[in-house]
Structure formats: structure tokens, C-alpha cells
């Protein structure tokens, strides 16, 4: 079973656990809705399981595989696409994933791609959120 193929068994299951084996230490992760990278593995972790919370119905519709340039390096990895449809805030959601892989196999570089763009708001909305709730952003101030 490939890297990809354990990373949809681990999300179909909503398994942080299953998850934490597959990335890397120091994963990044792409956002559609921030500029830089959320990175390092418990930071990813974190935002994993805010994601498996906001959205609904997520599912895996698609894969494709091939090599990619990665974000950090512009060096080329393996890498995976996952297409994804969900719901988010009350929002259809269709999107994928792009995975780029380590030497080792794991997921070193993660990239979410969403449209449409009420869906990327929605979903940032969801997912700061989130974060705020588990302590893994700062609340928004009050003016």
C-alpha cells in the first residue's frame, strides 16, 4: 500500500494517529487561505484534526501520481494529487491535495487547492475557528 493510499485510509477513518506516521517531521503545509506554510509535524497534526472536524462528507473522488517541484526546495519528489469533494460551512467544496513525498516515503510537503472562493472563505472561517478553540492560533482581538 503507497504513502497516498495509507493517508485516505487514515482520513476516511478521521485516525490522527494513523496520520502522525505518515509525515515527516518537518512537514509543511499550503493553505488556500494563508500565505505560509503551517509546518512542522504537531502544528500539521493540530490543523489535521481541525480539518476533519469542519468538513462534511469529505471524500476522495480521484488520484493521480507522478513527480512534482516541491514549494520549499523546487526540487522534484514524488508526489501524489487527490481530488476531494465536502461540504464546509454550509458550502460545496471541490478541491485536492497535493502530496510530495520523502526519500523515506513520507509526506514531507502538503498543498490543499479549493474552489469555489465562497468555499475557500467558508472553509478558512471553519478552520480558524478551529484553531483558535485548540489553542493553536490566537484569538482575534477585540476592538
Keep these: ?13 478521521r485516525d490522527l494517529a494513523a496520520l502522525d506516521d505518515l509525515f515527516t517531521d518537518d512537514v509543511r503545509f499550503y493553505s488556500p487561505v494563508k500565505f505560509t506554510p503551517f ?3 504537531p502544528m500539521v497534526l493540530g490543523l489535521f484534526g481541525v480539518l476533519l472536524r469542519s468538513f462534511q462528507d469529505f471524500r476522495y473522488v480521484g488520484e493521480y501520481t507522478g513527480t512534482a517541484q516541491t514549494s520549499a526546495d523546487a526540487a522534484d519528489a514524488p508526489s501524489a494529487v487527490l481530488l476531494f469533494r465536502a461540504t464546509a460551512g454550509g458550502k460545496q467544496i471541490h478541491g485536492i491535495d497535493l502530496l ?3 526519500d523515506d516515503g513520507r509526506i514531507k510537503e502538503f498543498t490543499v487547492m479549493v474552489r469555489p472562493q465562497s468555499a475557500v472563505h467558508a472553509l478558512g472561517e471553519a478552520v480558524h475557528a478551529g484553531l483558535v478553540a485548540d489553542g493553536l492560533a490566537p484569538a482575534p482581538a477585540n476592538d
Design 1 to 13: 500500500m503507497t504513502t497516498a493510499d495509507r493517508f485516505r485510509v487514515a482520513v476516511d477513518a
Design 100 to 102: 510530495h513525498f520523502a
Design 39 to 41: 509546518e512542522g509535524k
